[in-house]
């Protein structure tokens, strides 16, 4: 697809995923054992034949950046690539990107050396598998100046989202961003010749999920005005009045990882015996870097609907309805139950560990005798021997030392340290 030029965006600060994201870019999160976030779409459009591509990044970006470096590296006689546009400043941009549509904006000299006709933005930190053929697809048939694609949410889950109405051709009048959930939106349902073609409930509406496709001058003229800075609250609304916008239906799974309790829940809707999403269909695998780990040793240990990922060492622990990352270490009599565990960067060998012990330093992953539930474990944790670590939905959020409660989820912080004992 040498007529379109993807750009992935991924500089946000992602605020309501701290602290998963204190040290790293959003799309940089661990995701599902072995995989991150940017994973996710840089793979369907790779998949989908869209290999001219460019990801966006600003803040905590040097996990990201090396995490593309190390993985997307195409064949030296393929077209296409991956590359990573940081914010900068330059002579004709003093400050940073101040929103979705100003970081397409400041990096557009990009796009138009990129000679493209079509220009696919994409959002890094969503979780669905979808081929974007189809959308360029509609978009060139449909003769329209943008697509949007969007999926059915029944009302009660459209808070936080942008909701669209389409007219019975699937062309978008409205656009109404994030309303709240006592406001009175029922202008914006779908009409009813669109529900019967698209398959919709009657009370199911169409909501933005992030993927937009923009003929490349239409954009351009939409850029022009320094005060459009957001896609979602700025740019579609005004060309929804002045342009031909239209919507594409996507009918499958999707999800924004936006929130600890979202990002929580997708990751342990994948243990489920049929999960809303898999990671690997043939002739579409979701890519990762290779890491050339060695297989995951069991050591009389029960595992229950779990998913355990590459160069785990697992001694007598159990674990339930967890998703257990590369490199774990669980020790002897621990128990995890709806445990999110990202694993660790590196080994620790015997010699460490004992010269650790001897200085105070528990070794890394959960030791002998903890129980675990209802909680994330960032990469590289240290947790003791005998603690007791428990979520509840009812919980408020606090923070302690070595530990966080969001969304009544207990977060142990990347690299932090729990003391044998402690109590959470």
Request: proline residues 4%.
């Amino acid at each position: 697809m040498a007529r379109v030029y993807t750009v992935i965006l991924g500089g946000g600060r992602g605020t309501r995923l701290s602290p998963l994201t204190r040290h790293r870019a959003k799309p940089a999160v661990p995701l599902g054992g072995k995989y991150r976030l940017i994973d996710i779409t840089l793979s369907n459009a790779i998949n989908s034949g869209f290999r001219h591509i460019a990801v966006l990044t600003q803040f905590n970006s040097a996990s990201l950046n090396a995490h593309i470096a190390q993985t997307y590296r195409f064949d030296i006689f393929g077209q296409g690539g991956v590359d990573v546009l940081a914010a900068e400043q330059t002579d004709d941009h003093m400050d940073w990107f101040q929103g979705t549509a100003d970081a397409v904006r400041k990096q557009f000299r990009r796009l138009e050396a990129a000679k493209t006709e079509h220009v696919l933005i994409l959002s890094g930190d969503h979780l669905y598998r979808m081929d974007y053929r189809e959308i360029f697809n509609r978009h060139v048939e449909s003769g329209a100046d943008a697509t949007v694609s969007v999926i059915k949410v029944p009302r009660k889950e459209v808070t936080g989202l942008g909701v669209l109405y389409a007219d019975g051709e699937g062309q978008i009048r409205t656009f109404r961003e994030k309303p709240s959930a006592t406001e009175d939106i029922t202008d914006v349902l779908p009409p009813l010749s669109l529900r019967q073609a698209w398959g919709l409930g009657d009370e199911d509406y169409l909501v933005n999920m992030g993927v937009y496709l923009f003929r490349f001058d239409a954009l351009r003229e939409a850029l022009a005005d320094p005060k459009n800075v957001d896609f979602g609250k700025d740019i579609l609304p005004r060309m929804v009045a002045e342009k031909k916008v239209m919507a594409h239906h996507f009918d499958g799974f999707w999800r924004d990882i936006g929130t600890i309790e979202s990002f929580f829940d997708a990751n342990l809707a994948l243990t489920a015996e049929e999960p809303p999403f898999r990671f690997h269909v043939a002739g579409a695998p979701i890519y990762t870097r290779q890491r050339f780990l060695p297989a995951t040793k069991f050591l009389d240990a029960q595992v229950i609907q779990s998913i355990v990922s590459d160069g785990c060492l697992l001694f007598g622990a159990r674990m339930e309805r967890s998703v257990i990352g590369i490199r774990s270490r669980v020790q002897r009599g621990a128990e995890l139950k709806d445990v999110v565990m990202m694993g660790a960067d590196y080994y620790e060998d015997d010699d460490t560990r004992a010269e650790n012990a001897r200085r105070g330093i528990i070794a890394m992953g959960v030791g002998p005798g903890t129980v675990v539930e209802r909680a994330i474990i960032d990469k590289n944790a240290r947790i003791g021997a005998n603690c007791v670590i428990r979520g509840d939905r009812n919980r408020p959020d606090q923070d302690g030392e070595g530990w966080v409660v969001r969304d009544g989820i207990v977060i142990i912080p990347k690299d932090a340290q729990l003391a044998d004992g402690t109590v959470i």
